[in-house]
């Protein structure tokens, strides 16, 4: 049977595009191994949302090797993949998807590079701009590079940052790379730091948080997250940098985990969400750093410090854009 590596994913043709198509089959390559199962149907399932991969899940209705297996499951090569019965989407949907980036968009991700090499693509994102397509969104950073580099086949997200969050977003070349800086990160074995501008005059010092936390899927498929006991391991250490007297504070942010929020939610338990956080966030407070020129999340992923096998530690950061740096600017002056 060929493999999901080196073939296209299962597909109808146009006559059944839109209707249910039958079970269906498919085998994790030797690219998938160590891949997260819900991860891998997300990316061979183009055409079908990711809230559907995730009921799919849930309910049972995919089986790797005759057994249910859970989002978090990681493929082997050669394991075989149940696929139910699925609506796909129509032709017409599919071809407004595959809408190439706009010019704008790719030279502005292109513009946006701050280190290549073989390996590694390395950007440091613009807030606003997410990091792949969806949620009414046709391209994000990812497209944006496979359509100005048609010769890397191979291009993947190493991670993900929020839409609103910018700074150091780390993209792989190739598929060898990806398994080898993911299980970096699965390892704990890659310092991420953040810089991020709090509400508030943060009272406490340096601090770890080392709550668990738990994400929920609302209506549409928007992912709330939240400190629960029943929630997976999340640690976060929040050194502050600089008081603006009871405005806010600017932190310095270093993660022990990297769960879906965790800064954010984190923030918001202390009692100083992130400034700017429309999800999290407290809008009374918020309100108060409008003049200053606050008008976003304040959330920037300042550097990433890793050690690959055979090479020396490496390490590169992201200045903060200058929108951050003026209402930075804006607050010192006001002490």
Known sequence: MPSS??????????????????????????????????????????????????????????????????????????????????QRKTEEQRAAERTAP???????????????????????????????GGSGLSAGVIEALRATHPELKEL??????????????????????????HALLRERDMEKRYLALVVGKWPFGTKTIDLPLKTNMKQ?????????????????TFKPLQHFGKLATLLDISLGTGRTHQIRVHAAHAGHPIAGDDKYGDRERDAKLKPYGLQRMFLHAHSLT??????????????????????????KQAK
């Open 5 to 86: 590596a080196s073939s296209d994913p299962p597909d109808v043709s146009s006559s059944t595009a839109g209707k249910v198509t039958g079970v269906s089959y498919v085998e994790a390559g030797e690219g998938d191994a160590g891949q997260r199962v819900d991860n891998f149907l997300s990316r061979i399932l183009k055409d079908v949302p990711r809230s559907l991969v995730y009921r799919i899940l849930r309910t049972g209705e995919v089986r790797v090797n005759g057994k249910r297996a859970k989002p978090e499951h990681r493929l082997a090569e050669g394991d075989r993949i149940r696929l139910p019965p699925l």
């Open 102 to 132: 706009s010019r704008s968009l790719r030279e502005y991700v292109d513009s946006a590079i701050i280190h290549e090499d073989r390996d590694l693509i390395i950007v440091n994102k613009p807030a606003g701009v997410a990091v792949h």
């Open 156 to 181: 993947e997200l190493v991670h993900r940052l929020d839409r609103d969050t910018s700074g150091v977003l780390m993209v792989a070349k190739r598929r060898a790379v990806l398994r080898e800086l």
């Open 220 to 236: 549409g498929g928007e992912r709330v997250v939240r400190v629960h006991a029943d929630g997976q391991e999340a640690i976060t």
């Open 306 to 331: 890793f050690e690959r096998k055979g090479a020396k530690p490496f390490t590169v950061s992201a200045p903060p854009p200058p929108d951050w740096q003026a209402v930075i600017d804006k607050l």
